[in-house]
């Protein structure tokens, strides 16, 4: 079995070749693919189809841990994504999927702006 690890112009995704497929390596620490991601949405939709899933339930529907996190964005993304289709494939009424999907991302843009503002406030407070 053999893996061959590259970068093809895109300096923050790894690639992997595996069985003649390339994934995408979301999360380096656990070496966890955009597909295996995918999947666990997916389980995770199945059990119930209006949940609010967030990276700690995909982690732990994968028996893994997020280390450093800082993959977690990533998961967000790909969460919002196949969230999305999953509700489109279902025949979910526009407004039902638009007003999940708008719900997702404005806790996703909450989080980054806390993000954001404990990192300028260490900034500050290493300066000083």
Not at 60 to 79: A, W, Y
Request: aromatic content about 6%; hydrophobic content about 40%; overall charge neutral.
């Amino acid at each position: 079995m053999k893996l061959d690890i590259f970068c093809p112009n895109r300096p923050i995704s790894l690639w992997i070749k595996f069985s003649g497929s390339f994934r995408v390596i979301v999360c380096s620490c656990n070496i966890i693919s955009d597909k295996e991601i995918e999947q666990a949405v997916l389980d995770l939709l199945a059990e119930d189809a209006y949940r609010l899933i967030v990276p700690v339930q995909v982690y732990h529907t994968m028996q893994q841990r997020g280390k450093c996190c800082s993959c977690f964005p990533g998961v967000i993304d790909i969460i919002v994504r196949v969230t999305e289709a999953f509700h489109r494939e279902n025949d979910v009424a526009e407004p039902e999927i638009v007003s999940l999907i708008d719900n997702l991302k404005s806790e996703h843009e909450q989080c980054e702006t806390v993000r954001m503002l404990a990192r300028m406030r260490l900034k500050k407070h290493r300066a000083a």
